[in-house]
């Protein structure tokens, strides 16, 4: 029995064994081998990539600053990098493969290419809303136009009333023509078919990647030189709306596309007409990717600067009548403003230009967000309608919702479907 | 218990049951809904045809009064009514060249740093991140490029011809690096073409071309000032094809990734973890798996970048200053494209001279559309982007 209550007897006697459970034995000799982690690095590589950023920061500055006649950040940067890649290349030979090494260094050049990127786009949106913010600032930028004012004239007098409205006048036509026609290609492609799509197709896929000043020379050879009329919004309008039309067309192939062939079946089945279908199944089942569709083409077509500087000239008047006379637009303002020379033209040209970059970061943001993967989690605008019918003025609606509905049974049946 | 189904004895005998005729026409209300469908379709067909057809018309006076020198002269002198564009197309392919190199390898790398290296909660972001650089409108990059970068560049064009200046070959000797490099390109070409062989042997002429070529590049950096004069002239250093390259890359970066990175992403797992289980290293699984399946797409890509960077316009117009000479000095002031020409020159073209811009529409038009249709076809045409498109 003494042999079964000591733990460091790891041979049990034969009697001993009859008894059912026995703790199992330990060897306090053998140390246990930790097991391998697959999910980080060893310690030696996290040493190591360290180890490298430091020495190299070190290193670039002792270069950099005292050493060689490269000042300033971005010597500094660079040199930090390359001293980075030197001593991880030579760090990982000393106690890996040149397999190893090249892994490394590959992995080095990726990231900071990606880095680099990354770092290029943050300082365009980081410079733009920082030499705009003198301009932006005054309230007067965005209700006054640049009527009366000259170049000269402190940033408090003058501003872009007029080119955000000439913008939003060709937009509003240009998404006019191009949105109908472009969902009506994509239903084309999609819907009926046939060769002749397949041509439409290609065509409209090549039209996409079209340079945009030859859409405004299209609407100057047809508008102005065909049709003899004068550069005006409406020709801008047409421009642009040449450059939105593929994009609504391609992104709405790509949605409707998509739409599960058994909802079609299932909708003309019933003796639905082909037109009903469209109109009532596939159409609303793509409505957020079709909203996508138009808002990447509004925030393409709101910075095209070049089909507008041929079809329409830049104004210092608000000017909505997109029929006659020269319209600005915030494209158009900012290039004027950025080759006039004079320095606050120049900040005005800045404002415009952040003004501009928020309006297509938020056209941006909107198109993610109605792209997005449904969710199991209700939608924000679900949740806020629930948290609001839990307040009394909703509390009130339901109740007179319910007073009607006990009056016209036969229309909630129908409701509640 | 089943029952077979009985025949009605009511109606007697009658013929057996034919197959009625199906018809995949469409009629009444469906007719009419596919028609008009087919009309909207053919609209979108007209104006895209129209452009071309439009432009073409428009060249007809200009190749009457200009002939065929309009495509080999280079000066734009309205005064003398002498117009071509041999430098202007040089000059747009410069610029897209410059773009293309800068773009190129960042579009891959960051293509890569997105499927493979990225931590999968960042990568959302960085995809959102890199179709906004898309969408950021031209002009802003070249408010961008004006501002921020030209200085910036400007020092580095001068550091730039400062390095590479003792490197430059003069008088014979440069003649001897041309004719080797014609030499070794033609010798190369015969071997493989005209002898058909393959395999080594032929890097010894196209080892000797691309030694030549080597040799000739530090041509592209000479810029007509004295890079070591106690006050170099920094005006001679902007406004450079250099210049509008970089910012141009940086315009036609993101949609070059965006095609990469989804050929990329489209790697069959299978293959990759393969990779991993017979020992590779990420980059080695990378290099061997991911590269080559999405070989198709990084060249379409590339390709499609190349047709948006040869009709840029804004950042040209608002970086270049306009100089109508054929050359390969990307460093030093001056260059003008198609797209900038137009641009620059049309407010104040009158007559024949708005002819002759429509014409240089017309070629860019053509170049373009060559371009991206290369594109469209390698992309498709690819293991991989069979199904992308």
């Known amino acids: 029995m003494t042999a079964l209550l000591d733990p460091t007897d790891s041979t049990p006697t034969a009697p001993v064994r009859t008894i059912g459970t026995h703790l199992p ?53 660079v040199v930090f990098a390359l001293c980075n890649v030197v001593l991880l290349a030579v760090g990982t030979a000393i106690f890996d493969t040149d397999v190893a090494v090249s892994d490394r260094v590959a992995q080095w050049a990726v990231s900071s290419a990606a880095a680099f990127v990354y770092v290029a786009l943050g300082s365009v949106i980081v410079y733009v809303l920082h030499k705009g913010w003198p301009a932006l600032h005054h309230a007067n930028f965005f209700t006054h136009d640049m009527s009366g004012v000259s170049a000269k004239d402190p940033l408090t007098r003058g501003g872009i009333t007029h080119a955000i409205a000439g913008s939003a006048v060709q937009l509003g036509i240009a998404s006019a023509i191009s949105l109908p026609l472009g969902i009506g290609t994509a239903v084309f492609m999609n819907e009926v078919g046939g060769p002749f799509a397949k041509i439409v197709r290609t065509v409209v896929e090549a039209m996409t990647a079209l340079p945009d000043i030859l859409a405004g020379l299209f609407i100057y050879t047809v508008w102005i030189i065909a049709f003899g009329l004068p550069k005006s919004g409406l020709a801008a309008a047409l421009a642009i709306s040449v450059m ?75 000017h909505l009548n997109p029929g006659s006379g020269v319209m600005s637009s915030l494209p ?3 290039f004027d403003g950025a080759r006039s020379g004079e320095e606050l033209q120049i900040q005005r040209a800045f404002g415009a230009a952040a003004v501009l970059l928020i309006l297509v970061v938020a056209l941006f943001a909107t198109a993610r967000y109605l792209a997005r993967p449904s969710s199991a989690k209700p939608s924000l605008l679900r949740r806020l309608r629930r948290s609001l019918s839990s307040i009394p003025s909703g509390s009130l609606r339901t109740l007179r919702r319910t007073a009607t509905a006990r009056r016209t049974p036969s229309v909630t049946a129908e409701e509640a479907s | 218990m089943t029952t077979l189904p009985l025949s009605d004895p009511a109606s007697g005998a009658q013929p057996p049951a034919t197959p009625r005729r199906i018809s995949r026409r469409p009629t009444g209300g469906d007719a009419v809904f ?93 995809v959102a991140a890199t179709d906004l650089m898309a969408a950021i409108p031209s002009v802003v990059y070249g408010l961008w490029g004006v501002f921020l970068i030209q200085p910036h560049a400007a020092y580095f064009s001068l550091f730039v011809q400062r390095t590479f200046q003792p490197l430059l070959v003069h008088g014979t000797a440069r003649t001897i690096v041309i004719l080797l490099l014609v030499v070794g390109v033609v010798a190369g070409l015969g071997m493989r073409f005209g002898m058909r062989i393959k395999g080594r042997l032929l890097w010894i002429p196209f080892g000797i071309a691309a030694a030549a070529a080597l040799a000739l590049l530090p041509l592209l950096t000479v810029v007509g000032a004295d890079p070591n004069a106690a006050v170099p002239d920094m005006t001679r250093y902007t406004a450079s094809a250099f ?11 993101p949609m070059a990734c965006s095609v990469i990175r989804q050929v990329f992403s489209q790697t069959p ?45 804004m950042a040209v117009v608002m970086i270049v200053s306009p100089d109508f000479v054929i050359k390969g000095r990307i460093f030093e002031i001056g260059s003008q494209s198609v797209a900038s020409l137009i641009a620059s020159q049309f407010a104040e073209a009158q007559g024949i001279q708005v002819s002759a811009l429509l014409t240089a529409g017309f070629v860019l038009f053509v170049l373009t559309l060559i371009v991206n249709t290369l594109a469209a076809i390698v992309v498709s045409r690819s293991r991989s982007g069979a199904d992308t498109a």
Do not use: C
């Open chain 2, 34 to 126: 596919a028609h008009a469908f087919r009309v909207i379709g053919a609209s979108v067909l007209a104006v895209t045809g129209g452009i071309g057809v439009f432009l073409a018309y428009q060249s007809v006076p200009t190749l009457r009064h200009y002939g065929l020198s309009f495509f080999t002269e280079h000066q734009w002198d309205i005064g003398h009514d002498v117009l071509g564009i041999a430098a202007v197309l040089s000059g747009t392919v410069l610029i897209a060249l410059v773009a293309l190199a800068i773009a190129f390898p960042l579009a891959v790398a960051t293509a890569i740093y997105i499927t493979e290296y990225a931590p999968s909660g960042i990568r959302s972001t960085l």
């Open chain 1, 244 to 318: 939105m039309l593929p994009i609504i067309a391609r992104t709405s192939d790509v949605v409707l596309r998509v739409v599960p062939g058994t909802l079609r079946e299932a909708s003309l089945a019933l003796g639905a007409s082909r037109w009903a279908t469209v109109w009532n199944v596939v159409l609303p089942t793509a409505r957020s990717g079709l909203a996508t569709a138009l808002i990447l083409a509004i925030a393409r077509g709101v910075g095209e600067t070049a089909p507008v500087l041929i079809t329409s000239g830049n104004s210092p008047y608000l």
């Open chain 1, 332 to 334: 158009l303002f900012i």
């Open chain 1, 25 to 77: 034995t330990t060897d306090p000799t053998v140390r246990p081998v930790p097991r391998a982690s697959l999910g980080g690095l060893p310690l030696e590589s996290h040493f190591l990539t360290w180890g490298a950023r430091l020495a190299a920061l070190a290193m670039a500055w002792v270069i950099t600053q005292r050493l060689l006649p490269w000042h300033g950040l971005g010597w500094l940067v």
């Open chain 2, 269 to 313: 797992e299978g293959e990759k973890e393969g990779a991993l289980a017979l020992g590779a290293t990420k980059w080695g699984m990378v290099r061997t798996v991911v590269l080559p399946f999405g070989q198709g797409g990084v060249i379409g890509g590339t390709m499609l970048a190349l047709g948006r960077a040869l009709g840029e316009t």
């Open chain 2, 243 to 253: 210049i509008a390259g970089l910012v141009v890359a940086m315009m036609v970066m």
